[in-house]
């Protein structure tokens, strides 16, 4: 794989489960055909990583194959240096990250190294996309890949923005019917912290609960996989202001210091135009 002679777009792939997962084989299969790929992915598993940057310690990257590389870091490190130094001068036309192990649904966003991942690419002014299969056990990845496929296809045919974020996820199981484009849901895993003794008499903890549950929002990921059984595709933003809270702590009285007003906000400079 990745073997295909340079041509088209440059695409670039990654992942949080490692350089040699099957999600990501999938998903390098699937964009193949679109254009030449790079993948540099993590040399181990790094699930829930999230947006973890590697900043003291160095980092080793090692070439498994050609435009295959296995980073000894996080999801975000593996985007950083793909785009920084692997792929510095050429900008990737678009990346795509997983095909994760498992959903990244809701919340799951703000933990995700898949999501992370792309986020970073992002950031790094690269669109970028992150899919996930919504199970826990059985990992068959086909039809998840063709809808990568197609979706990757369909997105380099369009004039996508520096900093588009897409995170994807896909029902297993089933040949989804079809996909809606969805907003964020609501989902908790439970909260429960288990308390352990180890030989030595010294407590330790597993948090991290299994009792899933979502609530019924219209509209969101969740419903769309669990209820509708279609692959739910959630443009995501990284400007986490909350623009209503704002209009509210305006109006707080601190005493002792005076409050001044913000200026109007200057629209951010384009990465890919810096080069």
């Excluded at 590389?69 to 900008?91: E, I, M, Q, W």
């Excluded at 969805?182 to 030595?200: A, C, F, M, N, Q």
């Amino acid at each position: 794989m990745a073997e295909r002679s340079a041509s088209g777009p440059l695409i670039l792939v990654s992942n949080d489960d490692g350089y040699a997962s099957d999600g990501l084989k999938a998903l390098v299969d699937a964009v193949l055909p679109l254009g030449e790929v790079w993948v540099v992915a993590p040399e181990a598993e790094q699930s829930a990583a999230s947006h973890a940057i590697s900043l003291h310690r160095p980092l080793r990257i090692r070439e498994v194959r050609t435009r295959w590389f296995a980073v000894d870091g996080t999801p975000t490190d593996c985007s950083y240096l793909a785009v920084n130094h692997l792929l510095k001068g050429r900008r990737p036309d678009l990346m795509v990250s997983g095909i994760n192990h498992g959903p990244n649904m809701a919340d799951d966003v703000t933990y995700s190294g898949t999501v992370a991942a792309a986020m970073e690419a992002s950031l790094l002014g690269v669109p970028a996309i992150a899919f996930s299969l919504v199970t826990r056990t059985e990992f068959e990845f086909t039809h998840a890949a063709r809808f990568a496929g197609a979706l990757a296809s369909a997105a380099l045919q369009q004039p996508l923005p520096p900093r588009m974020l897409l995170s994807v996820n896909v029902p297993a199981g089933v040949e989804p019917r079809g996909y809606m484009v969805t907003r964020l849901g609501k989902h908790s895993y439970g909260y429960e912290v288990v308390e352990k003794v180890d030989p030595r008499g010294r407590k330790y903890y597993w948090i991290g609960g299994n009792e899933y549950q979502h609530e019924d929002v219209p509209g969101s990921d969740c419903n769309a996989v669990f209820r509708d059984r279609l692959v739910s595709v959630t443009p995501l933003h990284l400007d986490l202001t909350d623009d209503a809270m704002r209009d509210q702590v305006v109006r707080w009285p601190v005493a002792g210091f005076a409050r001044f007003e913000a200026a109007a906000p200057v629209p951010a400079a384009d990465p890919a135009a810096a080069g």
